[in-house]
């Protein structure tokens, strides 16, 4: 790892800490600045704003969530099991910092932060992109745009429980989860055989990637 990168590493860790401390809403970018004996010039090489630094924060998720799925044999688990784990790794990642997690979507949601809100749902989907990627999804056109649709609906749903959940190791979170993907399994089952039946071509398989669950 460069030194450009340990200080990235650096600023997130401190700006975590002192969030512990105070507040995510308290932090300032010049005290992680003094914290860490560098200068704001130093930051802004690595973050435009402390914005950024909740995108790299979601960013170690998504990229414990893509470590989960290099490990040996994940990719011959069924589907189900593939995204239960990779969601899970996901929060697990998160989980440290979990009450500071809460405090940085709160501060997204507030009214007027448009400029916040908008980049946060690109960051849903990239999310979910990755999160197809690592279940390694092959579904195309109509039927990726329904399994996109799917895994978001399951990852907003998850992860919103998971925020206000003070179950040990997130059990509650982990059920639901499990739940989600019940139903939708067998929503995809019973599409695909009113595909078959209709003479439809399959893309995907009875075991490909999740329907969306009814509204």
Request: charged share 30%; hydrophobic share 45%.
């Amino acid at each position: 790892m460069s030194d450009r990168d340990t200080l990235r590493d650096d600023i997130v860790d401190t700006a975590l800490a002192l969030g512990e401390r105070s507040g995510w809403e308290a932090v300032r970018l010049h005290d992680v600045a003094a914290a860490l004996g560098v200068t704001l010039d130093d930051i802004r090489h690595h973050f435009r704003e402390k914005e950024d630094v909740v995108e790299a924060w979601f960013d170690r998720a998504d990229a414990a969530m893509l470590r989960t799925a290099a490990t040996p044999g994940f990719a011959q688990l069924p589907t189900r099991d593939r995204l239960q784990r990779l969601l899970m790794a996901w929060l697990d990642a998160l989980a440290l910092h979990h009450g500071l997690t809460r405090e940085m979507i709160r501060g997204k949601l507030e009214p007027g932060h448009l400029h916040v809100q908008i980049p946060g749902l690109l960051r849903v989907s990239r999310t979910v992109q990755w999160l197809r990627e690592g279940a390694g999804r092959k579904a195309t056109f109509l039927r990726r745009a329904l399994e996109e649709t799917a895994m978001t609906t399951i990852y907003l749903a998850t992860f919103l429980h998971w925020l206000r959940d003070a179950s040990p190791g997130a059990e509650d979170t982990r059920r639901l989860l499990e739940r989600q993907l019940g139903l939708a399994e067998r929503l995809e089952h019973r599409l695909y055989r009113r595909c078959t039946a209709a003479g439809a071509p399959a893309t995907t398989t009875a075991a490909d990637a999740p329907a969306p669950p009814p509204a």
